[in-house]
């Protein structure tokens, strides 16, 4: 890959001043534009935002160590106490510094959901006044737990989606990758056919100038007639108006690719027409096997009826009866110094448990409860129909790429019957044993055939990508593209 750009770079700067041209293969193209076309671009960028999202929850997998502080806090202000000799709340001036900051450490938790935590700290407070006071207090060490008994798991719903979600981002990823080769791949034949025809358009200029000269000489020997010569004037007339209409037609269908490919503005292209492929053969069954199995459209479906299984299951116990639960055990102390506050410290104990029990709804979660459950079924009906609308897809797209490589066969034998025609007829008419409507129709024949042929390698070559963005199998190798795909 890192070759072919070099090769790219330097046929772009061999001339500083000189119009750059390029000439490129049906593949150099379609490699060209996955790697570096603004569409390209915007897919890559696409999916490596799926790809942190998917390493963003890999890491909620892990342990976490986080530090909490607050290094300075002053603090002068009117607060009120009780005063028991006058049996009454007083304003009082209050003035004070604290500082503090501790740690924790959690680690999610995915066999029951919640969390496990560690956490330590220390914190130092000084009161202003008249009974100025320094107190340190400390938690050397708490170990707590904390999650819903009964409650709703997203832990355990995120190990089922996140992976099918990043499976689906990297089959989408390389579906849209395919379906950029497929748009190269029509521009690519689309200036290839403008090419064409404006290079059948000179060379047919120059024969009608040569069949001209020839026509002039033998109506001065009265070979031909008046109408013959006037029909090779016309000829050439017409000729040269098929020269200005194709150039136009290969100045549009050029920009566009260029522009496509990301190319310098001004960039020539010479395409190079592929030979007639080998056939492939493609088993129907296999075909089918890896759509189901790697289409992105299909982990997508798959993927809404896991959020939907998810929604019914959240929904079932969020409006029924719940408990959660938290514990810790540890240990904590004050003093006035900060050597003691560690000396000798005090088992610190926490349970609680809390319940959660509707009494009267109105029938509200039992509605919701009947909203998640359709939901659920439609879209397992979802998964089902673009199953079957793929599937036949598939199979409608095998059953043409083999009928278009038999049509690029027959036209590919057209046009070597039309070439054998029509250079017979050019003899045959420098020798005065063929008439110009015959020398015209052969042409035409000629041109037709060779249009038809290079449209046939067209549609092939279309329908054999489509097939590969269907499936992401490439026929050829035996290997999914997924596997042949930089994903970086």
Do not use: H
Not at 21 to 27: H, P, R
Not at 64 to 86: A, F, G, H, I, K
Not at 400 to 419: C, D, H, I, Y
């Amino acid at each position: 890959m890192k070759k072919f750009f070099i090769v790219l770079f330097m046929c772009f700067n061999v001339s500083g001043f000189a119009q750059d041209t390029l000439s490129l293969t049906l593949f150099e193209v379609i490699r060209l534009a996955k790697d570096s076309s603004l569409a390209a671009f915007r897919q890559k960028n696409m999916y490596l935002a799926d790809y942190w999202t998917f390493r963003n929850y890999k890491a909620d997998l892990l342990p976490s160590l986080s530090l909490q502080t607050t290094p300075v806090s002053y603090s002068r202000q009117l607060v009120s106490r009780y005063d028991s000799n006058s049996d009454m709340d007083v304003y009082r001036q209050q003035r004070s510094f604290s500082t503090l900051g501790s740690l924790t450490l959690t680690q999610n938790f995915l066999p029951l959901g919640g969390y496990f935590y560690v956490n330590t700290g220390v914190e130092f407070l000084r009161y202003f006044g008249d009974n100025t006071f320094n107190q340190f207090s400390a938690i050397p060490v708490i170990i707590g737990y904390r999650n819903d008994i009964l409650g709703f798991n997203q832990l355990r719903w995120n190990r089922k989606i996140e992976p099918l979600k990043f499976e689906k981002a990297k089959a989408e990823y390389v579906y849209n990758i395919e379906k950029i080769s497929l748009s190269a791949l029509q521009y690519f034949f689309a200036l290839a056919e403008a090419q064409f025809k404006y290079e059948n358009a000179l060379r047919q200029v120059e024969k009608s100038d040569s069949l001209l000269v020839m026509g002039k000489r033998k109506f001065e020997i009265a070979a031909v007639s008046s109408s013959d010569l006037i029909s090779l004037e016309l000829d050439v007339v017409s000729a040269k108006n098929v020269v200005m209409t194709s150039e136009i037609a290969v100045k549009r269908a050029e920009m566009n690719l260029v522009s496509y490919l990301g190319l310098k503005r001004g960039t020539k292209l010479s395409l190079i027409i592929p030979k007639k492929p080998q056939k492939i053969e493609i088993p129907l069954s296999k075909a089918v096997e890896m759509m189901k199995e790697n289409n992105y459209l299909i982990k997508e479906k798959i993927e809404g009826v896991l959020n939907a299984e998810m929604t019914l299951d959240k929904t079932n116990k969020t409006t029924r009866f719940s408990a959660s639960v938290s514990a810790s055990v540890g240990y904590n102390q004050q003093a006035e110094k900060f050597k003691d506050v560690y000396k000798d410290p005090m088992r610190r104990d926490v349970v609680s448990l809390s319940l959660n029990i509707p009494l009267i709804d109105w029938g509200s979660g039992r509605g919701s409860r009947n909203i998640a459950k359709n939901n659920l079924e439609i879209a397992k009906t979802d998964e089902k129909q673009k199953i079957d609308e793929l599937e036949q897809t598939v199979i409608v797209t095998v059953g043409e790429l083999e009928a278009r490589f038999v049509l690029m066969e027959s036209a590919l034998t057209a046009l070597e019957m039309a070439q054998r025609v029509y250079a017979m007829n050019i003899e045959r008419f420098k020798n005065a044993s063929c008439d110009i409507a015959a020398l015209n129709s052969s042409q035409q024949r000629l041109q037709t055939a060779q249009n038809e042929y290079l449209t046939a390698m067209s549609g092939y070559w279309s329908c054999l990508y489509e097939l590969r963005t269907l499936t992401l199998y490439d026929f050829e190798t035996g290997k999914t593209i997924t596997e042949e795909t930089d994903l970086f």
